[in-house]
């Protein structure tokens, strides 16, 4: 059985008590309760000790009236646990105190059954939000949102948001819409710790967004798992990207971006998919762009990894994929070390396998070099580029140099090997 104790006494406080304190420790893993609080609520179906020690026992009808009323009542830069068991909702919770949190006590997703346990909240009518936070510096934690079917999505319409240890699964379209009605933008966004979206993609439109914490997108081969619009800085750090028929990250809106940073991510998906990273979209950049250690395990039928239409100041390497990444003539200042799992698209020459792009012209800082079985014969090359021919001996070419810019220019057989 689980208790609910005071810093200064084994025993269930009062009111009173409780008010007078803010100090206060519940311990357990379930049904018995370890944290500190402004408000407990209690599910219909929770533990006997969290129905016994809670502040506010739910009864499974309309539950986001407790929650809301509590959270309101709580103020601002105050806690409202959840307990374990199914909070029924038949509209949207409400997160609008400032540096409030709302936490549940954790979940676990069991994938054979798809049966949740822990802390859930359940929509049970139509609504457009499940969940939705409106105010700045909010934390939501260690809780689960089933959309069921009949909630649009979860929405996050602060600023300065931490979203941690969430999952998110069954909404209609966004598993989580991260734009402000009021401005357009989220701000800050944090999405950490083993986060799960399932089913449909998340979209966000905020000033800086990290996704990192081992957190988890499965598309069902229906969409998308990530859509961008206008997000100046991204991280996607750490994370597993499946089942999309879309992208796994893709642009919404167009417009410049800079400082984006996509690392040792893990992607599968049986779709077929043209772009696993679509960032092809006209009038669309990215300025400071590292794209590296990143693993795709497909089964299905993928045409790019990577496909950068614009921007500069390009970095890829340590990638493994087997497919290409396409690098687009509005690119500059482009570094793609791709190495034997990959390959090179460069000014439509394809299957270009690894060995350096540092060009110095007018689309690449420093001189592209490849290798490739003949001399280029479309695209467009600055002078001194160099192809080197993908099997070298005694007494044959190495490979061939451009001497004259153009499409494709001039180019000249190097000096036989003299091995």
């Known amino acids: 059985m689980g208790k609910i104790t005071h810093t200064t006494a084994g025993r269930k406080l009062t009111q ?21 609080a402004t408000t407990i609520i209690a599910a219909s179906d929770a533990p006997a000790a969290w129905l016994t020690g809670a502040d506010v026992v739910c009864d499974g009808t309309a539950d986001e009236v407790e929650i809301n009323a509590a959270i309101v009542a709580s103020g601002t830069g105050q806690t409202t646990l959840l307990s374990p068991g199914t909070f029924k909702t038949s509209d949207e919770v409400v997160m609008n105190q400032g540096g409030g949190v709302l936490k549940g006590t954790g979940w ?53 948001t931490t979203i941690s240890h969430v999952g998110s ?51 069902d081969l229906a969409t998308n798992c990530i859509i961008l619009d206008m997000v100046p800085c991204f991280n996607l750090i750490g994370c597993t990207l499946e089942s999309f028929s879309g992208s796994a990250v893709t642009f919404g809106e167009v417009g410049a971006r800079f400082g984006m940073n996509i690392i040792g991510n893990y992607l599968e998906t049986a779709g077929t998919v043209t772009n696993v990273f679509n960032f092809a979209a006209a009038s669309t950049s990215i300025d400071g762009f590292n794209f590296t250690g990143n693993y795709l395990a497909a089964a299905g039928t993928i ?42 698209s460069y000014n439509s020459l394809t299957g270009l396998t690894y060995l350096k792009i540092i060009e ?60």
């Open 303 to 344: 045409t790019n990894f990577l496909n950068l239409l614009n921007g500069s100041s390009v970095l890829a390497e340590g990638n493994h994929s087997k497919k290409p990444i396409f690098i687009g003539t509005g690119v500059t200042s482009a570094e793609v070390l791709v190495g034997d799992w990959g390959s090179v």
């Open 169 to 219: 699964v069954n909404h209609t379209t966004y598993s989580l819409y991260g734009i402000s009605a009021a401005s357009g933008y989220t701000g800050v966004l944090d999405i950490t710790d083993r986060c799960m979206f399932l089913y449909k993609p998340i979209r966000i439109k905020a000033t800086a967004t990290t996704i990192d914490g081992q957190c988890y997108f499965n598309g």
């Open 108 to 160: 676990h997703y069991h994938t054979s059954t798809g049966v949740v346990t822990g802390t859930q909240i359940q929509c049970q009518e139509t609504m457009t939000n499940s969940v939705k936070i409106s105010a700045e510096e909010c934390q939501i934690k260690d809780l689960w949102i089933d959309g069921n079917s009949k909630a649009t999505q979860f929405k996050n319409e602060g600023f300065y």
């Open 16 to 36: 009173a008590e409780y008010e007078a304190d803010g100090s206060h420790q519940i311990e357990g893993d379930g049904t018995d309760i370890v944290r500190s």
């Open 360 to 419: 110095s012209g007018t689309r690449f800082t420093g001189i592209p070099e490849f290798h490739y079985a003949t001399a280029p014969t479309v695209g467009t090359w600055p002078v001194r580029s160099k192809v080197w021919d993908t099997v070298m001996a005694a007494g044959t070419i190495p490979g061939w140099i451009c001497t004259t810019a153009g499409t494709p220019g001039t180019w000249k057989e190097m000096p036989p090997l003299s091995i």
